[in-house]
């Protein structure tokens, strides 16, 4: 069996207000994917020119690797890719809710692996990216398709160590 993650609040049995971790996390999750995309289109330019335009060939494997690589990465080490931190949101295993309020943890680099994995499956296909936008649009969570799946959540970094 593995040890979950130590809990985000630095009081271990706390949990944290719903409404504070949820405020306004659909509007950044779009503006963190719009950062990420424009990081990861300037990292593909990089590549291609640093080939010597050869990568053109394999673009679309290019683009997938290191976008893959990209949010795996940065899931892994801070929880969060570049955007998302820049916007101050936070991906996190949302474990209870009693009430108004939730337990949650640190996301892992297993968890993280996973769920870059649905995350660029689904964004191959219309009807997944749909029910995801979907699902963020209109859900109080404002959680994805592969965080529903996951059992994780895109929440605000500040009501983390504001609770």
Do not use: C, K
């Amino acid at each position: 069996m593995f040890e979950p993650a130590p809990l985000l609040d630095p009081y271990p049995n706390a949990l944290i207000r719903e409404d504070r971790l949820f405020a306004g996390v659909a509007g950044r999750r779009f503006l963190a994917w719009a950062i990420d995309s424009i990081a990861i289109f300037a990292v593909t330019g990089l590549v291609v020119i640093l080939t010597g335009f050869l990568a053109v060939f394999v673009l679309g494997f290019v683009w997938l690797g290191i976008g893959f690589l990209y949010r795996w990465v940065g899931l892994s080490r801070h929880s969060a890719t570049w955007g998302m931190r820049v916007v101050g949101l936070t991906l996190v295993n949302r474990h209870e809710s009693r009430g108004n309020t939730v337990a949650m943890t640190v996301v892992e680099r297993n968890t993280a692996f996973v769920h870059t994995l649905v995350y660029t499956v689904s964004m191959a296909f219309v009807l997944p990216q749909l029910l995801s936008i979907g699902l963020i649009l209109l859900t109080r969570e404002h959680r994805s398709l592969s965080d529903i799946l996951l059992g994780t959540a895109s929440v605000n970094q500040d009501a983390l160590w504001l609770s």
